[in-house]
């Protein structure tokens, strides 16, 4: 299956993502934060990638605007993961490079199901 990268600053999202990912297949990296998930796109190349968006310092719209706009790693699909459940921050979001975005907590079946649209 998929190496997927999480990216969020929250252990509990983060244990629960990587839950719902790994019984289904999936291996799994994780960052605890937007700069740390760019470095990992940028050295480890992971299939997909679920970002969070409000997190201390790069935020997850600057992350995956660096990610989505740098050669090397542009090709990488990102999932926005999101608390923020508003229209204006999802379409900010695909304006950024992501894929798609989602709003927390997500079930099971949507996210595999939109992981698997994107692989």
Known sequence: ???????DDSPI?????????????HSVMRADN????VKMARSEKPDLIL????????NGFQATRQI????ETAHIPIILVSS???????????RQGAKSYMVKPVKDKEL????????
């Open 84 to 94: 923020k459940d508003q229209e204006t921050d999802r379409q900010w979001g695909l």
């Open 51 to 58: 970002m969070d968006v409000v997190m201390p310092g790069l």
């Open 112 to 119: 595999l199901s939109e992981i698997a649209a994107l692989l």
């Open 34 to 37: 937007g700069e740390s998930g």
């Open 13 to 25: 999202d983060q244990k629960e993502l990587s839950s719902i990912l790994e019984k289904n297949g």
């Open 68 to 71: 989505s706009k740098a050669v």
């Open 1 to 7: 299956m998929a190496n997927i990268l999480i990216v």
